[in-house]
DNA sequence: CTCTTGCATA
């Protein structure tokens, strides 16, 4: 969850920008139009494979031996388990075990709790098994206090924890974000020798590792295994592969792949799906042709989630259509599009603005018997919000509580978002309230959300209370928080308090980014305090904070505004040789100054380059925005 | 009979 946050707060940053400065922008456009060829023919090529692999393990998998009629709700689990109960004498432990564990496969944990109790009082014994399935039903839902008292019930009942109770436990913490706690059962382990870690305790404490975006960690486990008796497996090394290119390291990611091969340790579908992912989030289009061509001439076949990614990329590059024609093929050759795929569909087309289609979409998961979940919903909504369709979206969020699906925080912080985007700041205090009223807590996007849209329509005191509010719970306030306030103060003119916070950021143990930097500069500027503007320009950069076109951009605006036209000029010329432009509003001031015969006009050819990209999808720009071109 | 790993949303 935790990591979650850390990238979500990454992205949110990286994508600070809307304008794009990228000359690598036409590159990626031809090649991606390659790439997509390619998936088409793709489909051709591995589905002319004479055997099928993938369908027949599945049907291996499929035939379990039948001793208990197969449970698939919570009802008939309870209706098995009475029948059982009144049978004479008693069935097994095991067997009631087995009821509990088809129970927690379901995710029912507090049904299995309550299936444990009734156990209890028909005094059925219980062992090691069913502690554990309990334990692992605590951990599920967030009580690890219980867990805990169900481990020392062993020690009352002479029982002896065995590896996957303490797997479990280790589980339990680190869903949530325990990792101090769940690494502490593992020294444990080690030093106690009677029960010794396996794969999936190393599995598990790697894979708690990388959740905390602690890869170095991950790694360093995983060379510590390569010392000891249990070595790493698949699962240890796609566990790191994975965080890695969730993290766009993905060079790193190839290596360990390759390390992994050279020790003769196969890759399987999942670790290629990581790697795709990763090499298509970068736009790295010929990477992902080349490990397609190389999973398929290990027979190692793709599957929907495969082609999920690919239909996921080929949206967020703004071509639906070709996306559709995807799918359109996976049908057709046989691999059925989940909720997934029609998902990633229908956010292509949310995010082109296209809500009929995007509808369209969302109507054919109803008519193919797709469970639509509050993923779904989200999308949907999300893609009325950004048309500014408020009404839709409010509909949807009225029809998902019908269906009996639980709006969560992500559905009402979209909302809220909407509503402070449209100027409705009554509406999104109000579902502000509502998403509490619901048990829906906000979380630190949620406050960013509601901060700016108050900020932004100058109702500052209402902000600063919700800041107060905001500190008062546990929220880890970070900087992304201050930035909103420090622009809604120079929104509201006051920028001697602008600066005040800002130079109090410090002192809270934050470091401005280039947007706070951008933000305070652009305030000092419209105050007519260009000299304390420049500063910050030298100052951020001394702090390795590199400005970007943005930076330039307004403080170029400013000392243009300020009638001081040399120091503008100087200052764009510094811009161009970092490879920055001009954007438009500055382009106007620069031709109004260029009229007034105060700019030399060879300069303007280079200020203008490149911005016949600003129609690019916004993935791009956003991808773009981190890396600004240097040629 | 019990534990771990891959895809999508603000």
Redesign the pocket.
């Known amino acids: 969850m935790l990591k979650m946050m850390i990238r ?1 707060t990454t992205a949110a940053t990286s994508s600070s920008s809307c304008y794009c400065w990228s000359s690598r922008g036409m590159n990626c456009l031809h090649s991606n139009f390659t790439f997509l060829v390619f998936v088409n023919n793709y489909f051709a090529f591995f589905h002319s494979q004479p055997s099928k692999p993938i369908k027949s393990t599945r049907t291996q998998l499929e035939q379990p031996k039948r001793d208990l009629p197969k449970i698939t709700n919570v009802e008939d689990a309870f209706n098995v388990f009475d029948r059982m109960l009144q049978m004479r004498p008693l069935p097994s ?2 067997r009631f ?2 009821i509990l ?1 088809q129970v ?2 379901l995710k029912h944990y507090s049904a299995v709790i309550s299936l444990y109790n009734q156990m209890g009082v028909s005094r059925i014994g219980h ?3 069913t502690l ?2 309990l334990i ?1 039903s605590y951990c599920h839902l967030n009580q690890m206090g219980f867990s805990l008292s169900v481990l020392g019930k062993f020690y009352k009942l002479g029982l002896e924890p ?4 303490f ?2 436990l280790i ?1 339990g913490f680190l869903v949530e974000n325990r990792v101090a706690e769940a690494a502490g059962i593992f020294n444990k382990m080690i030093a106690g020798g009677n029960c010794q870690p396996d ?2 305790t190393y ?2 404490l790697v ?1 708690g590792f990388c959740m905390k975006g602690n890869n170095s960690a991950a790694i360093q486990l995983l060379r510590k295994m390569e010392e000891g008796a249990c070595k790493p497996e ?2 240890v090394y ?2 790191i592969i ?1 965080s890695l290119c ?1 993290d766009t390291l993905v060079d790193d990611a190839l290596n360990l792949f390759s390390e992994m091969m050279c020790k003769g340790i196969a890759p399987d ?2 670790t290629y ?2 790697l795709i ?1 990763g090499v298509c989030k970068l736009g790295e289009w010929k990477e992902a042709v080349r490990l397609l061509n190389e999973m398929v001439s290990k027979n190692i076949f793709p ?1 929907v ?1 495969t082609f ?2 690919l239909v ?1 990329t080929i949206c967020k590059e703004g071509m639906v259509l070709e996306a559709e024609g995807v799918v359109e093929m996976m049908i057709q050759r046989g691999i059925e599009p989940d ?2 795929t029609y ?2 569909l229908m ?1 292509g087309y949310c995010s082109r603005g296209e809500m009929s289609k995007a509808r369209k979409v969302f109507k054919l998961m109803l008519s193919k018997g797709l469970t639509i ?1 509050v ?2 919903y ?2 949907l909504i ?1 893609g009325y919000c950004k048309s500014k369709m408020m009404d839709e979206a409010m509909k949807l969020l009225r029809e998902m509580s019908r269906k009996g699906l639980v709006p969560n ?2 559905t009402y ?2 909302l809220v ?1 909407g509503c402070c985007k449209v100027g409705k700041l009554g509406d999104a205090q109000q579902l502000f309230s509502e998403m509490q009223a619901c048990g829906q807590l906000p ?1 630190v ?2 406050y960013a959300i509601l901060l700016d849209g108050l900020c932004k329509n100058r109702q500052l005191s209402t902000a600063t209370q919700l800041f107060k509010e905001m500190e008062g719970k546990k929220l880890d306030v970070n900087i992304v928080i201050y930035t909103i306030l420090i622009k809604g103060l120079c929104i509201a003119e006051k920028i001697e308090s602008a600066k005040e916070l800002f130079c109090s950021l410090s002192s809270r143990g934050l470091q401005p980014n280039v947007r706070t930097y951008n933000i305070m500069i652009n305030g000092l500027c419209i105050g007519g305090r260009t000299s304390e503007a420049e500063k910050l320009l030298i100052e951020m950069e001394e702090k390795g904070c590199s400005p970007n076109g943005w930076t330039y951009n307004i403080i170029i605006r400013g000392f243009v505004n300020n009638n001081e036209t040399v120091r503008a000029m100087e200052l764009i010329q510094q811009m161009v040789e970092k490879g920055f432009s001009a954007d438009a509003s500055t382009t106007k001031l620069i031709i109004d100054l260029l009229c007034k015969d105060k700019v030399d006009p060879a300069l303007l050819p280079l200020m203008q380059k490149e911005n016949y990209e600003l129609n690019l999808p916004r993935s791009k720009l956003n991808r773009s925005s981190d890396h600004p071109n240097k040629h």
Not at 162 to 165: A, C, P
């Open positions: 979500t432990v095991v075990n087995k564990g927690a496969k062992d090691v098994c554990t399935i692992n065995n590896v996957f109770t797997n479990t589980n794969a999936v599995g598990t894979k698949l699962v796609s566990t994975d969730k579908v999942i799906n990581s992912h599957n989630r999920s990614v996921d909720m997934v998902c990633s956010d979940d993923f779904n989200n999308t999300n925080t992500v912080s979209t978002d979380d996007q949620t």
